[in-house]
């Protein structure tokens, strides 16, 4: 069974930086699509950030947080990383790694970013 275990987040204040870092236990790591999505209370899950492409090439990110999130993978590791600066309030959320589309793998637990005003 693939496992994703998500960690890095924690309490920042607003305009602060912090990087996220999921292990994925999975074989074909260094080929498969990888995302990151978050869940806010109250919310539906939405996508953030997705790599896909020959060696992680291509990246999409949602609107709200272009040019402040930046997802990348590491390979060798099978992991994959999602940097986030210019935390908003709005960013606090728990956040999850996961393929970009159904069918998906098992939910890890996520972690939890916190963003003070």
């Known amino acids: 069974q693939v496992q994703l275990v998500e960690s890095g987040g924690g309490l920042v204040q607003a305009g602060g930086s912090l990087r996220l870092s999921c292990t994925v236990s999975?074989?074909?790591?260094?080929?498969?699509?990888m995302a990151w999505f978050r869940q806010s209370a109250g919310k539906q899950r939405e996508l953030v950030a997705r790599?896909?492409?020959?060696?992680?090439?291509?990246?999409n990110y949602a609107d709200s947080v272009k040019g402040r999130f930046t997802i990348s993978k590491n390979n060798a590791q099978n992991t994959v990383y999602l940097d986030i600066d210019s935390l908003r309030p709005e960013d606090t959320a728990i956040y999850y790694c996961?393929?970009?589309?159904?069918?998906?793998?098992?939910w890890g637990q996520g972690t939890q970013v916190t963003v003070s005003s």
């Open positions: 790599i896909h492409g020959a060696g992680g090439r291509t990246t």
């Open positions: 996961n393929v970009p589309n159904p069918p998906y793998f098992t």
């Open positions: 999975v074989s074909g790591f260094s080929v498969r699509a």
